[in-house]
């Protein structure tokens, strides 16, 4: 079963809480961890869709505005990101972006 819109061609990125659905930008690379809770790297931003209810929020980044730029999740940028992995241990998640740089969100 797949995820119920990806568009590659979207503009932009929409955190659609009532339709529970969302508009994916480039979405890259994709991993659910074991609360099944589904990570996408899509355009300059981290994704987080929760599998039971579909809601799908944007956790790092911001919808076309790319940079690379450490802080919180609500300050960060990404110039590409290309890869997610979660470590189950200590819930970090891992971002491979732009140039190899690995991306931590804690």
Do not use: W
């Not at 990570?39 to 076309?64: E, F, P, V, W």
């Amino acid at each position: 079963q797949g995820l119920p819109v990806v568009n590659e061609e979207a503009v932009g990125l929409i955190d659609d809480r009532a339709s529970r659905m969302p508009v994916l930008s480039s979405p890259d690379s994709k991993r659910v961890d074991d609360r099944q809770t589904l990570y996408i790297a899509s355009a300059y931003s981290i994704r987080k869709m929760d599998l039971a209810s579909l809601q799908t929020t944007t956790m790092a980044g911001t919808a076309n505005k790319q940079g690379l730029r450490d802080g919180s999740p609500a300050r960060a940028l990404f110039m590409g990101p290309r890869d997610v992995a979660m470590d189950l241990m200590t819930r970090n998640l891992y971002i491979a972006d732009y140039q190899n740089r690995i991306r931590v969100i804690e």
